[in-house]
């Protein structure tokens, strides 16, 4: 069972609306989350990077969400633009050592 | 200020053949990984190096894949007698220092491997 899960695998929206990513993790202890953005065909863009003691994150329209209890992170897009379409990547990165361990992706698709 | 640069882009071998992919760091960056992405999967991580050191390749296969990053150059990510199975695409990301679990790592757009 991969220690990052993310849901859903794919979403759909229209231009304009807003959505939220999840993400549960069994990584533990970890220094911190964080969210990569993946254009098709290219390499992963680091959106936002939390630390366990953090619970929000901004970064113009994305705020990221973590609850270390539960051992959950969300990624809440607000008002969705076309160039949003892309593989949204939640990473844990261990306290030892700089492995970080990938979740599935959630390929989100903008639609006008 | 470029990016982390990976070359080739695409990469085609035949089954047998040997396939080297190679990773320029951003400028002042030491610290480099290699990480594989198989079709419709998450990217796994294979090995991190730094300068003339390997630290850490405990998600590399342990036949046919190695990896170098030499004092001058970049690094290498060598894998010998591929098969159909190592057809993925391979990114590399480098960070500036280690030690910071806040550190970011700035990946390279990846060299989509295809093994006939």
């Given at each position: 069972?991969?220690?990052?899960?993310?849901?859903?695998?794919?979403?759909?929206?229209?231009?304009?609306?807003?959505?939220?990513l999840?993400?549960?993790?069994?990584?533990?202890?970890?220094?911190?989350?964080?969210?990569?953005?993946?254009?098709?065909?290219?390499?992963?863009?680091?959106?936002?990077?939390?630390?366990?003691?953090?619970?929000?994150?901004?970064?113009?329209?994305?705020?990221?969400?973590?609850?270390?209890?539960?051992?959950?992170?969300?990624?809440?897009?607000?008002?969705?633009?076309?160039?949003?379409?892309?593989?949204y990547?939640c990473?844990?990165?261990?306290?030892?050592?700089?492995?970080?361990?990938?979740?599935?992706?959630?390929r989100?698709?903008?639609?006008? | 200020?470029?990016?982390?640069?990976?070359?080739?882009?695409?990469?085609?071998?035949?089954?047998?053949?040997?396939?080297?992919?190679?990773?320029?760091?951003?400028?002042?960056?030491?610290?480099?990984?290699?990480?594989?992405?198989?079709?419709?999967?998450?990217?796994?991580?294979?090995?991190?190096?730094?300068?003339?050191?390997?630290?850490?390749?405990?998600?590399m296969?342990?036949?046919?894949?190695?990896?170098?990053?030499p004092?001058?150059?970049?690094?290498?990510?060598?894998?010998?007698?591929?098969?159909?199975?190592?057809?993925?695409?391979?990114?590399?990301?480098?960070?500036?220092?280690?030690?910071?679990?806040?550190?970011?790592?700035y990946?390279?757009?990846?060299?989509?491997?295809?093994?006939?």
């Amino acid at each position: 069972k991969n220690q990052v899960e993310q849901s859903p695998q794919s979403l759909i929206i229209l231009e304009g609306k807003n959505c939220t990513l999840q993400c549960n993790y069994t990584v533990s202890p970890f220094s911190n989350l964080r969210w990569y953005k993946q254009d098709t065909g290219r390499g992963p863009v680091s959106l936002t990077i939390m630390t366990f003691s953090e619970n929000t994150k901004s970064n113009g329209r994305y705020t990221a969400t973590l609850d270390a209890d539960t051992k959950q992170s969300s990624l809440h897009i607000t008002a969705s633009q076309l160039s949003d379409s892309a593989s949204y990547i939640c990473v844990v990165v261990p306290n030892a050592g700089n492995m970080l361990t990938f979740g599935g992706g959630t390929r989100l698709m903008v639609k006008p | 200020n470029a990016g982390v640069m990976q070359n080739p882009r695409h990469l085609v071998r035949r089954r047998g053949q040997e396939a080297r992919l190679r990773c320029s760091p951003m400028k002042g960056h030491s610290h480099v990984y290699w990480y594989r992405q198989l079709p419709e999967e998450g990217l796994k991580f294979m090995v991190y190096l730094q300068k003339e050191n390997i630290i850490d390749e405990s998600g590399m296969p342990k036949e046919r894949f190695s990896a170098e990053f030499p004092k001058e150059g970049p690094s290498i990510l060598r894998i010998q007698q591929v098969v159909r199975g190592d057809s993925a695409a391979y990114f590399c990301a480098s960070s500036l220092m280690t030690g910071s679990f806040q550190e970011t790592q700035y990946f390279g757009p990846g060299t989509r491997l295809l093994v006939l």
